[in-house]
């Protein structure tokens, strides 16, 4: 028997996992089944980064995941550049830990390069290169906006397009945001420097993803190849899944797709209970996954979601349920015509204020 067939056979035989199972698994590695007593920094880490376009989104995601969660908890590690905004995933801004920062960045580089060819004709006749080293001069000399950037990138390349020169630049560059940008009750224009020069450590080179696969997996679970590439914003990692099959076990979704994972984490039963939890907007847990049905019941498929812009998400025995909004001390629920019982707000707990007056989720 060839291994081709063997391995076809293996997958036709995985187990099933139904939606419900799937669900309360993900959950699970998300921290949403039950609050984890786990460190700010740690719980950042293990998530690999949380999604951060806006400043409050990173501390509303932990306060939904981390028992008695404090705001400065994170805001110190961004103030002590144990944490940093920066450039990776689907090139939107995440929120990780130093150690994350110089290694998952790399890791998605090839993808940052992709980007540029939106802006190729902005920059018609320059130097990639010597735009990020130039780029590199001028972020290290004091941190400066895309628009600073952009303008003194002009004096090289007078006939390029501004945006896209500070964009080459971000794309070419680990930029990270400098605090006070971030900080809990705080507020701070978007200005950038290198992440090696903020953080005091060189860079280091593009890792191989098998570790970070393991990583997802841990995090994100069980998954397809497609899930992990949507969430990466990578393509071509099927010869890394392959190559660490021997690691991991497989299953099938209801649709047949196989599904890869650990040996060794937990797949909580199907009805296990699932308080309701209050989400940031971009909430990875909604968008690391291809198939998303695991979260997002098909009848509100796009509910979450308005233009460009996303709301904040109320799940309710684990699925997408309705959407909120902070109102000064109170929350405003837009159910999506669910009815929870009195009984499941019990694992809600108490919002999470900060000194910007803004409530969170529990």
Same mark, same amino acid.
């Given at each position: 028997?060839?291994?081709?067939?063997?391995?076809?056979?293996?997958?036709?035989?995985?187990?099933v996992?139904?939606?419900?199972?799937?669900?309360?698994?993900t959950?699970?590695?998300?921290?949403l089944?039950?609050?984890?007593?786990?460190?700010?920094q740690?719980?950042?880490?293990h998530?690999?980064?949380?999604?951060?376009?806006?400043?409050?989104?990173?501390?509303?995601?932990?306060?939904?995941?981390l028992?008695?969660?404090?705001?400065?908890?994170?805001?110190?590690?961004?103030? %002590?550049?144990?944490?940093v905004?920066i450039?990776?995933?689907?090139?939107?801004? !995440?929120? !990780?830990?130093?150690?994350?920062?110089?290694?998952?960045?790399p890791?998605?580089?090839?993808?940052?390069?992709? /980007?540029?060819?939106?802006?190729?004709?902005g920059?018609?006749?320059?130097?990639? %290169?010597?735009?990020?080293?130039?780029?590199?001069?001028?972020?290290?000399?004091?941190? =400066?906006?895309?628009?600073?950037?952009?303008?003194?990138?002009?004096?090289?390349?007078p006939?390029?397009d501004?945006?896209?020169?500070?964009?080459a630049?971000?794309?070419?560059?680990p930029?990270v945001?400098?605090?006070?940008?971030?900080?809990w009750?705080?507020?701070?224009?978007?200005?950038?420097?290198t992440? /090696?020069?903020?953080?005091? =450590?060189?860079?280091?080179?593009a890792?191989?993803?098998?570790?970070?696969?393991?990583?997802?997996?841990?995090?994100?679970?069980?998954?397809?190849?497609?899930?992990?590439?949507?969430w990466?914003?990578?393509?071509?990692?099927?010869?890394?899944? /392959?190559r660490?099959?021997?690691?991991?076990?497989?299953?099938?979704?209801?649709?047949?797709?196989?599904?890869?994972?650990?040996?060794?984490?937990s797949?909580?039963?199907?009805?296990?209970?699932?308080?309701?939890?209050?989400?940031p907007?971009?909430?990875?847990l909604?968008?690391?996954?291809?198939? =998303?049905?695991?979260?997002?019941?098909a009848?509100?498929?796009?509910?979450?979601?308005?233009?460009?812009q996303a !709301?904040?998400?109320?799940?309710?025995?684990?699925f997408?349920?309705?959407?909120?909004?902070?109102e000064?001390?109170?929350l405003?629920?837009?159910?999506?015509?669910t009815?929870?019982?009195?009984?499941?707000?019990?694992?809600?707990?108490?919002?999470?204020?900060?000194k910007?007056?803004?409530t969170?989720?529990?």
């Amino acid at each position: 028997m060839t291994k081709t067939t063997s391995t076809a056979r293996t997958r036709t035989s995985a187990p099933v996992l139904g939606t419900r199972a799937l669900n309360r698994a993900t959950l699970d590695r998300q921290l949403l089944l039950r609050r984890s007593p786990l460190s700010a920094q740690a719980a950042v880490e293990h998530l690999l980064g949380l999604q951060a376009q806006n400043v409050k989104p990173p501390y509303y995601a932990l306060a939904a995941r981390l028992a008695g969660f404090d705001p400065e908890a994170l805001s110190q590690l961004m103030a %002590d550049r144990e944490a940093v905004r920066i450039v990776t995933m689907r090139s939107t801004i !995440h929120t !990780h830990t130093a150690a994350d920062a110089l290694t998952l960045r790399p890791l998605v580089q090839a993808a940052r390069d992709r /980007e540029l060819v939106t802006f190729r004709k902005g920059l018609t006749g320059v130097d990639l %290169d010597r735009l990020a080293a130039i780029s590199r001069e001028l972020v290290e000399a004091e941190p =400066r906006t895309m628009k600073q950037l952009g303008q003194a990138l002009l004096a090289e390349w007078p006939d390029a397009d501004p945006l896209a020169l500070s964009v080459a630049a971000r794309c070419r560059l680990p930029l990270v945001q400098v605090t006070p940008r971030g900080l809990w009750g705080r507020s701070g224009q978007v200005a950038l420097t290198t992440a /090696e020069h903020w953080l005091g =450590r060189p860079a280091v080179p593009a890792p191989a993803p098998d570790a970070t696969v393991l990583r997802y997996l841990a995090a994100f679970g069980p998954a397809s190849v497609k899930d992990m590439q949507t969430w990466a914003g990578l393509t071509r990692l099927r010869e890394t899944f /392959e190559r660490l099959r021997p690691q991991l076990i497989t299953f099938r979704d209801e649709n047949g797709v196989e599904l890869f994972d650990l040996p060794d984490v937990s797949r909580p039963d199907a009805d296990t209970p699932a308080p309701p939890r209050f989400l940031p907007e971009f909430d990875n847990l909604l968008l690391s996954h291809a198939d =998303r049905s695991r979260v997002v019941p098909a009848a509100f498929k796009g509910r979450a979601w308005q233009g460009n812009q996303a !709301h904040r998400t109320l799940l309710v025995d684990g699925f997408l349920a309705g959407v909120w909004r902070p109102e000064g001390e109170v929350l405003t629920i837009e159910p999506f015509g669910t009815k929870v019982p009195a009984a499941s707000w019990g694992g809600v707990g108490k919002p999470a204020a900060g000194k910007s007056g803004e409530t969170g989720s529990g």
